[in-house]
């Protein structure tokens, strides 16, 4: 009888271990794919531009010019709160749905994008590029 015991015990520790070890690796397996799945969100898009519309914006606050549609993107220059921005047409960010805006600071030949949740609409519309 003291021998059943011991098998049952050491079947026991074998089965828990084991269950640890695929709890452990379905954890880690979630978390691998989490990350990947981050890192597809964080892309930095590009789009071909057309300078199509007349929309004039002002920013909300301090925002950077970015080189490509999204919040990942390399920044070209701050814009400081209420930077006048002169919009050539819009796309959506792939990734968050968003508007983004391409176009040129007001008094330079400064190009990039900007996110639309970051200005505000002073006049005029604008097209898809």
């Known amino acids: 009888m003291k021998e059943l015991r011991m098998r049952v015990q050491r079947i026991k520790r074998k089965t828990a271990a084991v269950l640890a070890s695929a709890i452990l690796m379905t954890a880690l397996g979630g978390i691998a794919g989490a990350s990947s799945a981050s890192a597809q969100a964080a892309e930095c898009h590009q789009n071909s531009v057309q300078n199509n519309s007349n929309q004039v914006l002002k920013m909300k606050g301090n925002y950077n010019l970015k080189n490509g549609i999204g919040s990942v993107c390399g920044n070209i220059t701050l814009l400081s709160e ?32 900007i996110s639309n949740d970051n200005a505000t609409l002073v006049s005029g519309t604008v097209n898809w590029c």
């Open 82 to 113: 209420g930077t006048i921005f002169y919009v050539w047409c819009m796309v959506l960010n792939p990734d968050s749905g968003k508007v983004w805006n391409y176009g040129r600071v007001q008094g330079t030949q400064t190009k990039g994008w």
